[in-house]
């Protein structure tokens, strides 16, 4: 897959100066546009389009220093529709127009070319099942929250807290399967994982049940998922699973990342210092 990757990354620089489609760039790499996504943004930082973007707007800057093209002309090549919007786009990036750029020799930012290698460290395995799941609902309370890195998200420990007892224990009473018991369930919104970004986090549980109608429902249609294990320091090595699935387990497993909520189920010890968990991503098999 990292070798897929690059050949995506070397797509994109012999194409900065015209449209660059998602769809080639997932046929290059012999995936979904989704998980290509996905996998981009885990592995890199930014969304794939704010990558190319920032890749443009270099290029564009060592020719407007350059001298030898017309803004327009510049503008034009890197596929913007005027100067006007060439020179807002410029100035987001640059913190400076393309024009006073020219005239003052302005020190610009720059985003490098990315490649990716894989790092094999060998300090742990991935314990991973396969479990092929029929329709299911997922039924709780929901919030819109921000992403969190590390630490706990406060948002979401203030929505939780927020639920009073006895509509956990309405939302408990329902679970009927797997994963059993309250679960955190988080939609993402975006292509990107950057901090701060919003996503639909659901604490609930599974269920097959008709839900009352004071509770939130999030129906999830049948398909593949891969179920991971986890025990260790809460919250770390749940964040850190979270990123090792993207940058160790996918490019080296014959499955791509699909649409659909990322489940988890915690069990943590009694001081929350600690805890063991299951997380549900939702994948399909690849061809290759």
């Avoid at 490649?115 to 309370?141: A, D, H, N, Q, W």
């Amino acid at each position: 897959m990292l070798e897929r990757l690059n050949q995506v990354m070397a797509y994109i620089e012999t194409h900065l100066d015209r449209r660059i489609e998602a769809a080639e760039l997932a046929r290059t790499a012999l995936t979904s546009e989704y998980h290509l996504r996905r996998m981009f943004s885990a592995l890199a930082g930014i969304p794939l389009s704010e990558y190319i973007r920032r890749r443009r707007l270099t290029v564009a800057g060592a020719e407007v220093l350059a001298g030898e093209r017309t803004l327009l002309e510049i503008a034009v090549r890197h596929g913007y529709g005027s100067a006007e919007a060439f020179a807002r786009a410029f100035r987001a990036m640059h913190g400076v127009g393309p024009g006073e750029a020219r005239r003052t020799g302005a020190a610009l930012h720059s985003q490098p070319r990315m490649s990716f290698r894989l790092v094999v460290e060998g300090s742990s395995t991935m314990k991973y099942r396969i479990v092929e799941k029929g329709e299911f609902r997922v039924v709780g309370r929901t919030a819109r929250v921000p992403l969190v890195h590390e630490g706990v998200n406060p948002h979401i420990a203030e929505m939780i807290r927020g639920i009073p007892p006895e509509t956990v224990r309405r939302i408990t009473e329902l679970s009927d399967q797997e994963p059993e018991g309250i679960v955190s369930a988080v939609v993402h919104l975006s292509d990107s994982r950057e901090e701060g970004v919003l996503l639909d986090y659901h604490h609930a549980v599974v269920t097959g049940a008709d839900a009352p109608e004071d509770l939130d429902v999030l129906t999830v249609p049948a398909g593949t998922w891969a179920v991971f294990e986890n025990t260790g320091p809460f919250p770390q090595a749940l964040q850190y699973l979270w990123r090792d699935i993207f940058t160790e387990w996918f490019p080296s497993n014959p499955y791509a990342s699909r649409p659909g909520p990322e489940i988890l189920r915690t069990r943590p010890t009694a001081d929350w210092s600690e805890s063991t968990s299951q997380l549900w991503i939702p994948v399909e098999r690849t061809t290759s």
